[in-house]
Nanobody, 123 residues
Framework: QVQLVESGGGLVQAGGSLRLSCAAS????????MGWFRQAPGKNRDLIAA????????YYRDSVKGRFTIFRDNAKSTVYLEMNSLNSEDTAVYYC????????????????WGQGTQVTVSS
């Protein structure tokens, strides 16, 4: 059974930072592009960052460019999302997901999901 387990969410003040982690049982992990999505109450779940199998290619949604960094450690089967300069609009449930097709990726390709971790930014 495929499992993706997110961690690192929590409550942070505006301007602060958090690092999310996602440990995946996808095998081999290096054959999966990985992504981070988020869903705020009443809104769609959006892809905000993605990384290719090797880590050489990344994608960022405009709203997080320059503030968030996605990276991965294939030896640990883990993908990370470093989030800086957080603001109230970043409050959401964050999900990691994986998909096994070639880069570039699109949101619809992601079929393996974690359970999500809540990030709340207080102003």
């Amino acid at each position: 059974q495929v499992q993706l387990v997110e961690s690192g969410g929590g409550l942070v003040q505006a301007g602060g930072s958090l690092r999310l982690s996602c440990a995946a049982s996808l095998r081999p992990f290096s054959m999966y592009a990985m992504g981070w999505f988020r869903q705020a109450p009443g809104k769609n779940r959006d892809l905000i960052a993605a990384i290719s199998r090797s880590g050489d290619n990344t994608y960022y949604r405009d709203s997080v460019k320059g503030r968030f960094t996605i990276f991965r450690d294939n030896a640990k089967s883990t993908v990370y999302l470093e989030m800086n300069s957080l603001n109230s609009e970043d409050t959401a449930v964050y999900y990691c997901a994986g998909e096994s097709s070639m880069w570039p990726t699109i949101p619809e390709k992601f079929t393996n999901w974690g359970q999500g971790t809540q990030v709340t930014v207080s102003s």
